[in-house]
């Protein structure tokens, strides 16, 4: 199971980015996706998540400027960034719980896979 993170880059501040993250591999199903964040010198911290239903959920620092989504046929969840900061710089991690082929076994319990991360810069 792999997954991967797009979308980051440079954006003045106010400014606005939409990141992406894909799981492929094998896969029985993808649960919980989400986002969390880890800027210079700090721990990583959560941003968001969205069930498979679309249930979504963000932390306060983010709440109305920033909105999860996802597509589950193409197993991919999208942070849409908006009215960004800089205290919104950071690394962009996704995480999804992901159940299927694992060691050589299918099994229905999932895992949590993270991505390489993706880097955020906001410039005041």
């Known amino acids: 199971v792999q997954v991967v993170e797009s979308g980051g880059g440079l954006v003045q501040s106010g400014g606005s980015l939409r990141l992406s993250c894909a799981a492929s591999g094998s896969i029985s199903s993808v649960g919980i996706m989400g986002w969390y964040r880890q800027a210079p010198g700090k721990e990583r911290e959560y941003v968001a998540t969205?069930?498979?239903?679309?249930?979504?959920d963000y932390a306060d620092s983010v709440k109305g400027r920033f909105t999860i989504s996802r597509d589950n046929a193409k197993r991919t969840v999208y942070l849409e960034m908006n009215t960004l900061g800089p205290e919104d710089t950071a690394v962009y991690y996704c995480?999804?719980?992901?159940?299927?082929?694992?060691?050589?076994?299918?099994?229905?319990?999932?895992?949590?896979?993270w991505g390489q991360g993706t880097q955020v810069t906001v410039s005041s």
């Open positions: 995480n999804a719980r992901v159940s299927g082929l694992r060691h050589g076994i299918w099994s229905n319990e999932e895992y949590d896979y």
């Open positions: 969205i069930t498979s239903g679309g249930r979504a």
